[in-house]
């Protein structure tokens, strides 16, 4: 698998790609959380990025983020970015 076509992998707490529980829940080889097409247009997740959308639901984040714990986390922005995208349509 080229590693153009997995854009998002498990990681451990340093940020090095994992296939050890518990950062790869299902041990996913090469630590494959998602794969899209070639062309990028048709992109499969293993990931739940709805179930940890504000801050309150991540298990972990580094000491070093500077957020709100009520507030949303970075994977809101995802959700932002595909309604912006539909809106432009």
């Not at 997995?6 to 451990?12: F, H, Q, S, T, V």
């Not at 996913?28 to 992109?43: E, K, Q, T, Y």
């Amino acid at each position: 698998l080229h590693s153009d076509l997995a854009p998002l992998r498990y990681c451990d707490d340093d940020g090095n790609v994992t296939e050890a529980y518990p950062f790869n829940l299902n041990g996913s080889p090469l630590g494959i959380a998602a794969i899209c097409s070639p062309d990028g247009r048709h992109l499969a997740m293993m990931p739940h990025p709805e179930r940890c959308f504000l801050m309150w639901q991540f298990p972990w984040y580094p000491t070093s983020w500077d957020v709100e714990k009520a507030g949303p986390s970075p994977w809101l922005k995802m959700f932002q970015n595909a309604r912006d995208w539909l809106e432009s349509c």
